[in-house]
């Protein structure tokens, strides 16, 4: 019994030190005994310095504490990553070097942040969550390493992102569509993103044309980044459990060959297209709203409101990020009916002229969810050229 407390003992320090990085090393204990909540959500007794993995005895892995001294909020994504193993991962499959500076989106009480601040020149946090914000800075503060951390409270899709080499975070899910919109379809400069995401989400990502899960979020993302997937992560690594599996998936924007396209006219077209994606492009440009409103921003275009020959693959147009996913609704679409100076007459000729295009290319019967970015290039060109615009 007392060799086995021996090497109970033994196995405990190494842990400790190992992951030194864990605690708020200097201050006092913020994780005592005492803690009214010592039990987890199925009544069991928790440890909240050091949580093993009962299945791995032989291997236990030393969770990083939640010590609850406020409440986490669900809606705003707050499930903590605690397994080492995984944070240590994140940070060496992102790449992360010494002259780096790291943008991390909701760095929450820090988990990840230490790690990276252990690798990064830099590290700067966008915390909505105030509470999450003074968590952070005292952790980071407690170990020395503040002078290279800078924190910006605020909504990540709403602050202005300062420059940075690498972006690495454990995101709240809620913002992963507007939040990857901005990362490529903003003014970032950058070599990749790292991102941890729902695991439904991260294989839409990454699903290919003819596969059900193709869709405008990976279609628009694929017109200027590769993405690879990097490793699932189960939902017990997160306090509180959440609802769903994550995974983890680097993004690289395909530096140096700006995408022969204006961006934002490249989000108003395949908005056009992914609203109805398994539709043949004949019966999507059937619709007389579709028609009316295309009508009326050719016309637009036409009087001279846009540069000729733009198409240097400019971001200045975007303004919004959260309608770049073909999961939302159609914002912009005109109801045809309350549309004043849309002259029947005229529309008709123009519907006409869109049929003959996409047949011209021999298009109308093909769906988007099995075109590839260059048939909805060659498309867009088809269009452009004929003075049919949808931005
Ligand atoms: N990265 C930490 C925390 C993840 S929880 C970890 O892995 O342990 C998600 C974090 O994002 C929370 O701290 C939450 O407050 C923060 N957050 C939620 N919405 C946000 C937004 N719009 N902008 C910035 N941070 C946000």
Redesign the pocket.
């Known amino acids: 019994m007392k060799q086995r407390l021996e090497i109970l003992h033994r196995r405990f320090s190494k842990a400790v030190s190992s992951h030194s990085l864990l605690y708020f090393s200097t201050r006092p204990c913020r994780f005592p005994d005492t803690h009214p909540n010592h039990h987890d959500d199925n009544g069991n007794k928790i440890d909240h310095r050091i949580q093993y993995d009962n299945k791995k005895k032989k291997n236990p892995i030393t969770r990083?504490p939640w010590d609850r001294s406020f409440q986490?909020?669900k809606p705003?994504?707050?499930?903590?990553?605690?397994n080492p193993r995984i944070?240590d991962a994140i940070v060496r499959l992102a790449g992360v070097g010494p002259t780096d500076t790291v943008l991390?989106?909701?760095?929450?009480?820090?988990?990840?942040?230490v790690r990276l601040l252990a690798s990064a020149h830099r590290v700067v946090g966008?915390?909505?969550?105030h509470r999450?914000v003074d968590a952070l800075r005292r952790r980071i503060s407690d170990i020395g390493l503040d002078h290279r951390l800078d924190v910006i409270t605020?909504?990540?899709?709403?602050?202005q992102f300062p420059e940075f080499d690498l972006c690495v975070?454990?995101?709240?899910y809620?913002?992963s569509s507007p939040l990857i919109g901005k990362l490529l379809f903003g003014q970032c400069c950058f070599r990749s993103a790292t991102l941890?995401l729902q695991k439904e989400f991260a294989r839409r990502l990454l699903a290919m044309p003819g596969d059900s899960e193709y869709n405008r979020l990976a279609a628009n993302v694929r017109l200027v980044a590769d993405v690879e997937l990097l490793m699932d992560v189960s939902k017990k690594e997160?306090v509180p459990c959440p609802k769903v599996d994550s995974s983890l998936v680097r993004i690289r924007p395909r530096a140096g060959h700006p995408p022969p396209v204006d961006l934002a006219e490249w989000l108003a077209f395949t908005r056009t297209l992914f609203t109805k994606k398994n539709k043949t492009l004949g019966a999507i440009f059937k619709q007389k709203k579709k028609i009316a409103e295309l009508f009326e921003i050719s016309q637009i275009d036409s009087k001279g409101s846009r540069d000729a020959g733009e198409n240097d693959g400019s971001r200045s147009n975007i303004a919004r990020f959260d309608d770049f996913d073909d999961n939302h609704g159609d914002p912009m679409e005109i109801n045809v009916e309350e549309k004043e100076g849309v002259d029947a007459l005229e529309v008709g000729p123009f519907k006409e002229k869109i049929i003959r295009i996409l047949n011209s290319g021999g298009f109308g019967e093909k769906r988007p969810s099995k075109l590839s970015n260059e048939d909805l290039l060659h498309i867009l060109q088809l269009f452009n050229k004929e003075g049919v615009v949808f931005h």
């Open positions: 990083e986490l909020h705003r994504g707050q499930h903590l990553l605690t944070l991390e989106v909701g760095p929450g009480t820090g988990n990840l942040t966008i915390e909505v969550d999450m605020g909504d990540a899709v709403k602050t975070a454990n995101i709240p809620g913002i941890l997160f």
